[in-house]
């Protein structure tokens, strides 16, 4: 059974760097991909980043570009998101996600997911 599980949400003043991380386990996930996610009430999963796990290429939205890096640590099993110059509208709940093949953009190409964790920015 795959689990994921995030943490390191919270309170950060705009223009501040949080860093998420989600820990991954119940299988090897060669040949998988991870993805971050996030979702405003009401509105859709939104991609935000991308890594496969073999090889580390990288995908992200435009909107994150340059402000956001994923990256991964095989042997620990994580995946993390550093976020760097966060501004207001980067204000929902995160999410990461795993699925078997390259890192799409939908959220329904995805298999599992962790719970989640709220990030807020003030400005």
């Known amino acids: 059974q795959v689990q994921l599980v995030e943490s390191g949400g919270g309170l950060v003043q705009a223009g501040g760097s949080l860093r998420l991380s989600c820990a991954a386990s119940g299988r090897t996930f060669s040949g998988y991909s991870m993805g971050w996610f996030r979702q405003a009430p009401g509105k859709e999963r939104d991609f935000v980043a991308g890594v496969r796990w073999s090889g580390g290429t990288t995908y992200y939205a435009d909107s994150v570009k340059g402000r956001f890096t994923i990256s991964r640590d095989n042997a620990k099993n994580m995946v993390y998101l550093q976020m760097n110059s966060l501004k207001p509208e980067d204000t929902v709940v995160y999410y990461c996600?795993?699925?078997?093949?390259?890192?799409?953009?939908?959220?329904?190409?995805?298999?599992?997911w962790g719970q989640g964790t709220q990030v807020t920015v003030s400005s």
């Open positions: 996600a795993v699925r078997n093949g390259p890192p799409y953009t939908e959220s329904l190409n995805y298999n599992y």
